[in-house]
Nanobody, 123 residues
Framework: VQLQASGGGLVQAGGSLRLSCATS????????MAWFRQGPGKEREYVAS????????FYTDSVKGRSTISRDNTKKTVYLQMNSLKPEDTAIYYC?????????????????WGQGTLVTVSS
């Protein structure tokens, strides 16, 4: 399984971005997908996840209400819509796939990772 994240960029505080993660492989529709991020000098942290069927979505508290994770299994793509961006959202954003399908927040459960896309939020 290969994951390709895109959509990052430079945005002013209060702005919006939509990240995309395109995948290869026939099993995409059975995988849970997630977004993690790693800010400057910080450890990689969980942002959001979605179950294999899109029926369950979960968010870390810092992005809840400002972000929406979604997926299109026909396009084998997962999205992260981020609104009301803050400077503390600045990070490299990684998408990840968990064959277990349950969309948990633990980084160790995700077997496949994209290369990351940089989001920079200016104040």
């Amino acid at each position: 399984v290969q994951l390709q994240a895109s959509g990052g960029g430079l945005v002013q505080a209060g702005g919006s971005l939509r990240l995309s993660c395109a995948t290869s492989g026939r099993a995409f529709s059975s995988y849970a997908m997630a977004w993690f991020r790693q800010g400057p000098g910080k450890e990689r942290e969980y942002v959001a996840s979605i179950t294999w069927d899109g029926g369950g979505t979960f968010y870390t508290d810092s992005v809840k209400g400002r972000s929406t994770i979604s997926r299109d299994n026909t396009k084998k793509t997962v999205y992260l819509q981020m609104n009301s961006l803050k400077p503390e959202d600045t990070a490299i954003y990684y998408c990840a796939a968990d064959p277990g399908g349950w969309a948990q927040s633990s980084l160790q459960l995700y077997d496949y990772w994209g290369q990351g896309t940089l989001v920079t939020v200016s104040s």
